[in-house]
């Protein structure tokens, strides 16, 4: 499985950025995309995921009503639309793919994804 983000930079506070995950290599019918992000000094947290089975979504409190996840499922392209951004969004952030389709808060952390692109980072200026 290979993942590979893209769309990280710099914006100003208030500002939006979208970033995509390829992901390829493999041959599962349905799976899960998970978006994280990890500051400097702080552990990896999860930001939301998305299921290919049903398009569900699930997303973390700190970025519900901000950010949105969708997909292209015909391209295995995966995004993430982030709005009204903050300083404390700054991080990198990654994709990771689970083969259990289902989402939720209970199992879209971080464990539960065995899969990992390498990240972007995002920066968001005050």
């Known amino acids: 499985v290979q993942l590979v983000e893209s769309g990280g930079g710099l914006v100003q506070a208030g500002g939006s950025l979208r970033l995509s995950c390829v992901a390829s290599?493999?041959?599962?019918?349905?799976?899960?995309i998970g978006w994280f992000r990890q500051a400097p000094g702080k552990e990896r947290e999860g930001v939301g995921c998305?299921?290919?089975?049903?398009?569900?979504?699930y997303y973390a409190d700190s970025v519900k009503g901000r950010y949105t996840i969708s997909s292209d499922n015909a391209k295995n392209t995966f995004y993430l639309q982030m709005n009204n951004l903050k300083p404390e969004d700054t991080a990198v952030y990654y994709c990771?793919?689970?083969?259990?389709?289902?989402?939720?808060?209970?199992?879209?952390?971080?464990?539960?994804?065995?899969?990992w692109g390498q990240g972007t980072q995002v920066t968001v200026s005050s």
């Open positions: 998305i299921s290919t089975e049903d398009g569900s979504t």
């Open positions: 290599g493999f041959t599962y019918e349905d799976y899960a």
């Open positions: 990771a793919l689970k083969q259990w389709w289902i989402v939720g808060p209970a199992i879209c952390g971080a464990g539960d994804f065995g899969s």
